[in-house]
């Protein structure tokens, strides 16, 4: 079977293990299936925005045109420092933004990756923001009205702990042990003082399986732009990332590039 189109991050289903698909022209092909088969990828050299649809050489933030990462409120630099959000006080466009995706809640976060880090997601009825970043375990720790507050909560707890995920022993099940609620009581005391208020200290551990038969011992990044074709057997899944025989490949970095898979 050949399916190809403009490439999205690969959708989840949180299940045990976790079922994913390619995102193909916004078309879902299941892949988690696809383990021990060798699977073709052909890069046709083709790009286009994820935002507006214009074809482009290189993209900016995983998929957008120059024009749609410098314009676009969700490419501010709060997407990265949401302590910096500063939507509420720009134009229309921001003060939008603003309402419908800054002031709301937002959680403050333990996963176990390749360790324990810290981080901020809008969303907890979906478990995608941790099986994108390939975590065993998850903990809400804090709900917070704002976007911004629960960015001064990540910046003060990762004073003293992670909030990146190396990703390499991420892919090679790599997990330094930790009891995420026991961390979670020894963090509280990190809060900024006028956000403790916010603190949640009974919320349920997620815990997340991936579809993986075995990971080389060599972890070797594929580059799409040097080597736009390659054949590989898929041996798992997890994160963003297809982990093959001789390969792995970060399928949300190449957002909007036109990709082939035989499968």
Not at 30 to 52: A, H, M, N, Q, Y
Not at 99 to 128: A, E, M, W
Request: a neutral charge; hydrophobic letters at 35%; charged letters at 25%.
């Amino acid at each position: 079977m050949k399916v190809s189109g403009q490439l999205l991050k690969m959708t989840v289903e949180d299940g045990r293990p976790v079922q994913y698909c390619l995102s193909l022209d916004e078309k879902a092909w299941p892949i988690s299936d696809r383990l021990g088969e060798k699977i073709s990828v052909r890069f046709s050299g083709k790009i286009t925005c994820v935002e507006c649809g214009r074809t482009i050489k290189k993209t900016y933030n995983q998929g957008y045109c120059y024009p749609c990462f410098a314009d676009l409120p969700e490419n501010a630099p709060c997407s990265i420092k949401p302590e910096t959000c500063v939507h509420e006080s720009g134009n229309e466009q921001d003060r939008e933004f603003f309402r419908d995706h800054c002031n709301v809640d937002h959680f403050v976060y333990l996963s176990l990756t390749s360790g324990v880090k810290v981080g901020v997601t809008r969303q907890i009825k979906s478990p995608t923001r941790w099986i994108d970043q390939g975590a065993v375990q998850a903990l809400v720790i804090a709900r917070t009205p704002q976007r911004k507050f629960a960015g001064q909560i990540e910046v003060a707890l990762a004073q003293h702990m992670a909030d990146k995920t190396n990703w390499r022993k991420m892919l090679k099940g790599e997990v330094a042990a930790a009891d995420l609620k026991e961390v979670r009581g020894n963090v509280l005391k990190w809060f900024p003082e006028n956000l403790r208020g916010y603190a949640l200290e009974d919320e349920p551990l997620r815990e997340f399986e991936y579809p993986i038969l075995k990971v080389p011992e060599k972890i070797v990044s594929h580059n799409l732009d040097k080597i736009g074709e390659f054949a590989d057997t898929l041996w798992g899944i997890k994160g963003q990332y297809l982990i093959f025989e001789n390969r792995v490949i970060n399928l949300r970095k190449y957002s909007g590039y036109h990709v082939e898979f035989e499968m």
